[in-house]
């Protein structure tokens, strides 16, 4: 791995670990987006997205007819906003499910790690773009506040895209 990427990686893995749920979208068999809360697994990110699902859930239709996903983290309280795409497919290794569990996917798996209907969701994360500002609006108004007087321009954030390919 290149460290450019290595460097990226560290980065949205940085500005998305503490973002419990994330919006996943898909492309519906219809051809509209579906937009749904997910909870990331929560695993060392390394490029690589992780997601528990049902074998009968729409997602599982929708992304064997498109792999195209968007996954989208937002922390309201530290203003980090992160909106990753990349290819998704359906993973059904009982392996891998023990390694992921947790006990909050027992809410949805009432057969813990052996329920025949658990499947995963792995993500290659493609791209990603990020706005990272200050962290509450207190500090955002902080940050205003300072500009005027040192007379220099607010830093209202940091805006960027990552290529990951």
Do not use: C
Request: hydrophobic content about 40%.
């Amino acid at each position: 791995m290149d460290e450019s990427r290595t460097e990226h990686i560290a980065q949205l893995a940085e500005l998305i670990k503490d973002v419990e749920v994330a919006m996943f979208t898909t492309r519906g068999v219809d051809g509209r987006l579906y937009s749904r809360p997910l909870g990331t697994q929560q695993v060392a990110f390394d490029g690589d997205l992780w997601f528990a699902t049902a074998a009968d859930s729409p997602k599982v239709a929708e992304i064997a007819l498109d792999p195209r996903v968007n996954v989208a983290y937002a922390s309201p309280s530290k203003n980090t906003y992160v909106s990753v795409a990349g290819v998704a497919r359906i993973i059904d290794d009982r392996a891998k499910v023990e390694e992921l569990w947790s006990p909050a996917m027992k809410l949805f798996f009432p057969g813990g790690p052996d329920d025949p209907s658990l499947r995963l969701i792995h993500v290659r994360a493609e791209t990603a773009e990020y706005w990272d500002g200050p962290g509450t609006l207190l500090g955002s108004a902080l940050s205003f506040v300072l500009s005027a007087v040192q007379d220099e321009p607010a830093r209202l954030g940091d805006n960027g895209f990552i290529d990951l390919r």
